[in-house]
C-alpha cells in the first residue's frame, strides 16, 4: 500500500516560504490575481499580487500589477510606490510608466494645494 499525501491547508504556503524568494515562484498568484482583478475582486486580487511580490521581489511585472490594482482601488500614494519600484527594475515598461503618469495625475488632483502665505 503506498501512502497517500494528504495536502493539509497552508502546505503549499510553508514550502513556499521556504522557497522564496525565487525567481520561478509567484506566477500562478500573478495569473490568478489578473483573473481575480478583471472580475473586480480587487481586495482578493491584491493579497495575491502581495504574495507574488513577496515570493519573487525579482519580477517587476508583479510590482506593476500590484500599482495597477492599488491604483484601481484609488490609493495612489502605495500605488505610486510600486509602480516606481517596477520601473526601476525595468525602465522599458512603457505600460508602467503610463500607469506612473496616470497615478501622478490622480494624486495632484487629489491632494490639496499648498497654502499660499500672505504678506504683510
Known sequence: MSRRIVDTPGRN????DALRPNSYLGYGRDHLALHL?????LGIAESQFRRAVWLNPYEPAFKAHLAECL???HDYAE????AAQALEQDS?????????RMIEQCL???LPEPAQKEDG
Open 13 to 16: 504556503e510553508r514550502r513556499e
Open 37 to 41: 482583478m478583471r472580475r473586480g475582486a
Open 71 to 73: 491604483y484601481r482601488r
Open 79 to 82: 500605488a505610486r510606490n510600486w
Open 92 to 100: 522599458g515598461n512603457a505600460g508602467c510608466r503610463e500607469l506612473l
Open 108 to 110: 495632484a488632483s487629489v
